[in-house]
């Protein structure tokens, strides 16, 4: 949600704004604006409601004068719709300063009317403006010193936010400052910018700075200076972006979407790699918590969307190998209950972006009631990594489509290593059981990628005729469970069609009432070989849906003919033992959701309503 760019340097900063706005296009917009000083101290400033491209026309129709200071926004509406007036930036202090903003200003409605009672007045519905027309207000209390102001302003807002802004009488200055919302600095020579996540200024640096909660920035074209909110210096952490510009386009394919399911090999493959060695693992990043590994009594995984999922099937190998309960929260729900937690408890938060706001907030409570945090996240300089006492990095690169694909399977990579990392440690599996696990694991990649390679065609053409359908059930048994949901909110999310993903066991406890003559249902099927009790009870699954006139899709292991007599289709996945069957059957899945979307003739990548980070509860 909500974008943010923020430039200072030599460069016209108007085709800065613009492709870093358009490299944040991926977290969901409504509508966009750039605010831009131009050479003869002039602030511009242009903004519209809709798509990126309806700001670029009315630029090129209209354009604004050239600058070398800007600041630009995508934004998803909060308070407000989405109207030209609402986007961002805000002006403020006689059309001097603009702001843009990311997040909730929770206390903007009494700030506001402390305002209107001074004489302000407001043009927009946005807490957004409330925060511009304050911080005009404290600059001039200030002695026109933009940082300084910003310090006073940022103290009084309550909620989570991230701020951007600049005024003409500082034309060289961009100032920045975050709570529970993302920002980080890209480094450059005689040149810096802000942005919502790397990908704002990775064309141009890959050298960065992540800031720290409660922290303001302040960047000019040869300075970058960072302090709390009471102006006191802070220590920052460099890092290196360890990606390109290229691997955050699309490449030729016909959607990031495509691009990213097609990454899902080398998304499991990278995850692995530098991590495992002669059949031992070994996280670097973990390196001194053995100790806490022995001592811990219960592991919690919270997460939201497709990455609860993925700790869905974590749990069965983290218990299956560590046997350490598991249990496995929706964040949002994890903090309003009381959960018991205590510093044996281990809570492990699964997160793409690591900007989810509410799992961001599950991970403060977890810290504040004592409980030891890890981080499975893709997203370097990210806010929840920064939370937590470790972090383990899934190496999916950057996932822009909206519907989270590669990172799932790359998600369950690092849950599996971390799994046998502790297994190994605490004793509770031996040597060679872990080399076992370790040369499965690593022969997944390629085992996806024969799944690509196979089966597209097949699922892109039934995924056709099967475009006017209303309704899809999934239905899978121990880890296909996880996975008949994930391919459920795949559908939902992209194809916006009726999908329901339940526990096979559940059918008649009653979705089997659902079943009638031509409901398809797609059906995880376990390995006759590896789990052959599991395999039987999920065929017979399959026949009572089959006998009441269900379409089945059988997603089975090559060779398993027991699915053929009963099902419509069969898509084959490779033999894998039971844990990691359901790195192979998300695959299919996968698919399917973009192919039947793409049938429909959507944008697999921009689902509506949907933004691809949540960044605000
Ligand atoms: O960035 P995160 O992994 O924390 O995001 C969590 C969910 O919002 C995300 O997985 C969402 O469910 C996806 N759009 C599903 O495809």
Redesign the pocket.
Known sequence: MCGIVGYVGPRESEAILLSGLARLEYRGYDSAGIAVIDADGDLGLRKRAGKLSVLREDLDAHPLPAGTTGIGHTRWATHGGPTDVNAHPHLADHEQLAVIHNGIIENYAQIKDELVSEGYSFLSETDTEVAAVLLGREFRAHGEDLVAAFRATVKRLDGAFTLLALHREQPHLVVGARRNSPLVIGLGEGENFLGSDVAAFVEYTRNALAIGQDQIVAITPEAVTVTDFDGNPVEVEPFEVTWDAAAAEKGGWSSFMAKEVSEEPEAVGNTIRGRVRDGVVSIPELDGLDDLFREINRIVII?????AYAGQVGKYALEEWTRIPVDVELAHEFRYRNPILDERTLVVS???????MD?LMAVKYAVERGARTLSICNTQGATIPRESDAIVYTHAGPEVA????K?FVAQITAIYLLALHVAAVRGALTATEVAQHVLELEAVPEKIQQILDREQEHIEQFAHWMADTRSVLFLGRHVGFPIALEGA??LK?ISYIHAEGFAAGELKHGPIALIEPGQPVFVIVPSPRESPVLHSKVVSNIREVHARGARVVAIAEEGDAAVLPISDEVLRIPLAGPLFEPLLAVVPLHIFAMALATAKGLDVDQPRN?A???TVE
């Not at 997460?303 to 990455?307: K, P, Q, R």
């Open positions: 997460a939201a969307g497709t990455a699964i997160s793409q972006s690591g900007e989810t799992t909206v519907a989270s694909t990172a909110l795949k999310e949907l691809k980070s949540v």
